[in-house]
């Protein structure tokens, strides 16, 4: 699956269904399932050097001369959704992890009943 790092905070904003466009300088002709790493790099309220969602790439719009927003698919049925926490080397732009790697988690995102709990017990102890 295509990877890319974020700033952990920033994915967490991403994993909560808050975040729906990420900002880039650069354009990509990649569209679908996208795996959203933390960088290692230690924020506070980040998920650092893990990847805990797989989010939908579904568009992408340009914005002045070099910024872009690519747009991404909300949580939910054949949209973008949470996974077990795996621990991934980020790199630069778009890179790959192993599909069997990417475990789905037992909720689908925020709105899933059940989330809350999950959260607390698999990603809030890996928050920085």
């Not at 952990?8 to 002709?29: A, C, L, P, Q």
């Amino acid at each position: 699956m295509k990877a890319l790092s974020i700033r952990s905070d920033y994915v967490m904003d991403i994993f909560k269904g808050t975040k729906t466009i990420e900002y880039r300088s650069w354009s990509t002709n990649y569209r679908g399932d996208l795996l959203i790493c933390g960088t290692a790099k230690k924020v506070h309220g980040g998920v650092p050097g893990y990847a805990t969602c797989v989010t939908k790439v579904v568009g992408i719009e340009q914005y002045g001369e070099r910024d872009y927003g690519w747009q991404l698919a909300p949580f939910g049925p054949g949209g973008s959704y949470w996974i077990n926490p795996l621990p991934v080397k980020g790199q630069l732009g778009l890179f790959n992890v192993d599909d069997r790697l990417i475990v789905p988690a037992p909720v689908t995102g925020p709105n899933d009943p059940g989330a809350g709990r999950w959260f607390d017990q698999v990603i809030a102890p890996l928050i920085y």
